[in-house]
């Protein structure tokens, strides 16, 4: 049960709407939240938290109360190029930069300023109340979720080597479910995700002499028709496994036959046995479609690796007690893993502690319930309602912490 003293006050809740407004109309693109880790480390500073920058424009906190255990809790802090149309007074307008130097529109479209709120208040919480637990709170502000690229910049900056290493990580994301929810699930909670780039070379000819030519048009259209027997004949119906081509790229006229053509590609799965057998058998389809076309060997580009997203069951467990505790059996929910993809499991993985990652509902019953589509995350529409959405993260992330420190 969390302590009095742990509990969100109305005059917190009013300043957490505030900050919530703040990050919404200011997001920034991954790895480039540089205003934002400025923001959090004001907040933390005046909080008496200790922090530090870590992998760029992430940010990580020290909480030290006395003696006890050390616990780590992460929120991501990116935001995705997409133009904003949800109408709410506070919605973005701003924009940022492809690493190619498109300008392109930003908005928060993934729920992550619903996380740093939460998040910072829960350390509000804890600063305000050392009387309450004992130990040390890591807080992990993590920028590049959205890329893979994030967690991995602060392992490789040092994370575990400039912050108290801890016995487990929590982490959360908000969801297109009823506001005032918890859903989990056991074991698995996300896939594994490969994004990859593939580059034909061909050799570019006059449309009206197709002899002359290794038509990468011809030849990309053979990989995908053979790539996509990869699950359906490569692998155990009652493995998960999901491969999507969404991009074809090759050309510029009509009556030209190009040297070139690229398409992408995303893999989801959930064992890293699964997922190596997907990569192996694209790999060879790949190459030995060139091979028969008598062209070189296409080129592979890594675009983007989340790692497993993995829910220890004792860990998990424990958490889930008490949230049915603190919010009552029927607002904790257990569901199926989902096919999407976070690289918050590199976080707990990189030093073999267990992570125990679960998601909050963000939308009123009367949004769920009409006719019209959800919005959902990653959609230009999707605004979590703020309450009760933001009370119920900034609840479970101080339930879950004060499971393992609290008095």
Known sequence: MTAQSLELTDDLRGRMHDLYRELHA????????????????????????????????????????????VVAFRADTDALPLAEDTGVEYASTATGQLDDGTEVPVMHAC???????????????????????????????QPGEETAAGAQAMLEDG???????????????????????????MGDAMALADSWKITIHGQGAHASQPQDSIDPIVLGAHMITRIQAVVSREID??????????????????????ATAEFTLNVRTFDPAIREKVLASLRRIISAEAAASGAPEPTIEVLSQFPRNYNDPQATAA?????????????????EPMMG??????????????????FFGGHPAEVLE?????????????????????????KAAVTALASRVGK
């Not at 939240?33 to 760029?56: D, K, Q």
């Not at 958490?319 to 569901?335: H, M, N």
């Open 319 to 335: 958490a889930i007690d008490e949230f049915k505790r603190e919010l009552g059996e029927d607002c904790v929910v257990e569901v």
């Open 26 to 69: 200011a997001p920034e693109l991954s790895m480039q939240e540089h205003r934002t880790a400025e923001l959090i480390e004001e907040r933390l500073t005046a909080l008496g938290i200790e922090n530090f920058r870590c992998g760029g424009s992430g940010v990580v906190g020290v909480l030290h109360n006395g003696e006890g255990p």
């Open 237 to 258: 119906p009652r493995r998960a496994a999901v491969v999507t081509i969404a991009t074809f790229h090759g050309g510029l006229k009509e009556n030209i036959i190009p």
């Open 341 to 358: 993809s976070e690289d918050f499991g590199a976080l707990a993985e990189a030093i073999d502690v267990p992570s125990v990652f679960w």
């Open 111 to 141: 729920g992550h300023d619903t996380h740093m709120s939460a998040a910072l208040a829960a350390a509000e919480i804890f600063a305000d109340a050392t009387d309450a637990w004992s130990g040390t709170i890591v807080w992990i502000f």
């Open 370 to 394: 009409d006719d019209g589509p959800v919005p959902v995350n990653h959609s230009p529409f999707f605004a979590p309602v703020m309450e009760p959405t933001l009370s119920t993260g900034v």
């Open 159 to 185: 994370l575990w080597d400039r912050a108290p290493k801890p016995e487990v990580v929590y982490g959360q994301h908000v969801m297109p479910a009823l506001a005032g929810t918890i859903n989990y699930a």
